[in-house]
RNA sequence: GGAGAGGUGGCUGAGUGGCCGAAAGCGGCGGUCUUGAAAACCGUUGAAGGUUUAUCCCUUCCAAGAGUUCGAAUCUCUUCCUCUCCGCCA
């Protein structure tokens, strides 16, 4: 959610913002029903101030054993008039509200203009893209190989868009869990975080996934608000929803593992084949909450710690800032990181990083007291995976196959794995 | 799942129709005292919004939502949550 005192400060610097999202933002019928806003509620707020002083005037005169029926007279059709004018009110602030919920972050200065991710733009490169001299083959063939990935078995058991993963690839997607979650706490300091599942409506409203985004979530059943969790961002930054933190707890800096359900409805055509678009995946997840003056700081540091994972594993990587078109709803300023898989001879989303500023928080009611004024204050949040560990085995099987068909096992994780330097495929 | 008791400010907790945004205590902040600190004493201390923007003033908020009433923290209904006992269970 946008800040309201923008809209009545500088409509005209909204109504450019927004257009750099390629919307049209209609001013005009934004200011006519702030004004019915207004007039509505200040004559709503005299009504109730009329019947809180009359009331009271009852009460006294009623302590004093007067007769109080001239007063109950005179406050005849004031009830109804207050009732009409709240209901107008209401109304009002349910249209404003919704106009409001609708539209998404503004963008930061430095975010390029474009349509969708053509008009990306690279930041850096890592590491060395590896050469074969034999051909590459993609993970789905790698995984068929030892029957450690079965897509068919999953299909069966639940439908497409799952799989089942057996033995040592099993194994290695959670080493790599583990190698992710113990660098983010005992090397980039977040503090591990355990967290549901299963999240409710107002969680989601929080983060933004809802009401515009309902299609991409998996509803447990008909009758509940509750929801599989789309990623873990929702739970963890829920945890400070409706919450004023300290000055001593800030920034907090929360990792979480957890799987993650999107129906995405709509997205079938692209990634068909594998592991890279599923409807269950496993995801380990960042989260920072700051104060306002440290947001873009603590960006550029978060999405650090998700390049020191592939670094770590030494997977070659680049990083591209998201133009206008590709940057998410709630989002100002966002960096993927995108792996290299030699079997498409293209580099692939692993890792986005997003600076929220206070468009979640402003939702969320998260905030923050700041000692030198004594007032409570918006938090900023800041997410971002590190990393998306279906997409990691991918990048691993993949940049890590030999000719003979095993696959080594990166430095970092051998220990993880039991000492294990490759996996075998026979 | 069954039975019962509850949900009040940062925390503990009083308040069963009007003088209650809410006693008291703790905590926080400011001050007096002190070389300094502690103790003691005095004062102060919720959030959101409207209007003004220098104050003032006004509205809303006692789990959430609806209702009764001139008037609701207080009465009624629904939902959510917590605790106790029983049952079941990893």
Known sequence: MLDPQLFRSDLESVQVELKRRGIDF??????????????????????????NLRSKSIGQAKAKGEDVQPLLDQVQGLGEQLKAAETELSSIQGEMKALMEGLP???????????????????SRWGDIPQFDFAVKDH????????????????????????????????????ITQFMLDTHTDVHE???TYVPYIVNADSLYGTGQLPKFADDLFKINANSDLY?????????????????????????????????FRSEAGAYGRDVRGLIR??????????????????EQAHEALTQHAENILQKLKLPYRKVLLCAGDTGFSSTKTYDLEVWLPAQETYRE????SNFKDFQARRLKARWRNPETGK?????????????????????????QTESGDIKIPDVLQAYMGGLEKISIV
Do not use: W
């Open 26 to 51: 209609d001013a005009k019928s934004y200011t006519s029903l702030e004004e019915r806003r207004k007039s509505v509620q200040v004559k709503t707020q005299e009504l109730q101030n009329e019947r």
């Open 105 to 123: 972050n503004i963008l930061d200065a430095d975010v390029p203009a474009g349509n969708d991710e053509e008009d990306n733009v690279e930041i």
């Open 140 to 175: 789905v063939d790698l995984g068929a190989l030892n029957q450690g990935m079965d897509f068919e078995v999953a299909a069966k058991i639940t439908s497409a868009r799952f799989v089942a993963l057996k033995g040592s690839i099993a194994r290695l997607q959670r080493a």
């Open 190 to 192: 977040y503090s591990e």
């Open 228 to 260: 599989l969790i789309p990623t873990a961002e929702v739970p963890v930054t829920n945890i400070v929803r409706n919450e004023i933190v300290d000055a001593k707890d800030m920034p907090l800096k929360m990792v979480a593992h957890t799987p993650c």
């Open 278 to 295: 599923q409807h269950q995946f496993e995801k380990v997840e960042l989260v920072q909450i700051v104060k306002a003056t440290e947001s």
């Open 350 to 353: 692993i890792s986005s990083c």
């Open 376 to 400: 409570p204050e918006l938090v900023h949040t800041i997410n971002g995976s590190g990393l998306a560990v279906g997409r990691t085995l991918v990048a691993i099987l993949e940049n890590y």
